[in-house]
């Protein structure tokens, strides 16, 4: 008799078992169809007016307007964007928040840092790359150094004797200087600064010899004439320094090294929220209003989505730790 009773209850406690599940899958099913019925949030992992900011802000204006829902702009900057990738990794999985990665935080990060707090795959749903931006590498107009086989040739014969600027270790300047190093056997002095601006300032005033440094701190002074740019960075010329030749172009042709931006979910997002995000965010990133908000800083969207986020966020981890070792940076 009691063998009876547990086995009744056993039976009861099963179809509750498969009663909530049922009912937790189908409110997951009818919140995931009526997504989104409120304002989500895009978190920007450095402060307003940065790079990353100018690529998210128009960004989320019109992922707004296809969702007709507002998108609102969060930044919360600190740490090379480790505070933010984190907040976002331990956030619901439901939409409402989104991420406006960076080569620095899913690419760069995971190998530099010695302790991160997040995981820069398994933590993340990638939904869509939105922007690249080549590095240039570019001297003082009144160098003696007229061509990147000028730089080359120096940097072999006399090692370390040229100095060259970066905006501090572990940026996607000074990684793509340690790719070039590799790549080229050239022999260079790293000069880490807090930040752009006083790199190019000191390249300026004609304390270092060169910098690597993302196009949109270098263009107006290349396009005054005060810098002279070797070489950028990408696969392809800039469209806004057109008669720049590329790094591949001159004796390298597998070498490429981009700051690029990608929106990112928290993990385990529902396939339908992932399918509408996908294709809105790929939408926007490919339309000519996208391209105008984004003005001529040499940040070009991406239009070609032919290469899974995931696959093309999995190549640049590898290249990126590579750079690090070589590099030999490190950070806390």
Known sequence: MLRNYLSSKSIQLGLFLIIIGLTSS????VFAQNFPDKPLRLIVPFPPGGPTDIVARPLAQLLGDELKQQVIIDNKGGAGGTIGADFVARAAPDGYT??????????INPSLYKKLSYDAIKDFTPIALVASAPIVIAVNANNSIKTLDDLIKQAKQKPESLQFGTAGNGTPGHLTAALFE??????????????SAPAVTDLLGGQIDLVFDPIQSVLPHIVSGKLRALAVTSKVRSPVLPAIPTV???????????????VFAPAKLPKNVYTLLKADT?????SATYKEKL???????N???SEP??????????KWARAVRDSGATLD
Do not use: C, R
């Open 282 to 286: 790929e939408k926007i990133a490919a």
């Open 309 to 318: 986020f995931a696959d093309f966020q999995a190549k640049e981890l590898s």
């Open 98 to 107: 989104l991420f406006m990665g960076t080569v620095g935080t899913h690419a």
């Open 303 to 305: 239009t070609d989505f």
């Open 295 to 301: 003005g001529n800083l040499g940040v070009v969207p």
């Open 248 to 262: 591949a172009e001159q004796g390298y042709p597998q070498f490429e090294s981009i700051a690029w931006w990608g």
């Open 26 to 29: 189908i409110s997951s099913a």
């Open 182 to 195: 590799s790549t080229t056997k050239a022999n260079l002095k790293h000069i880490p600064y807090k930040g």
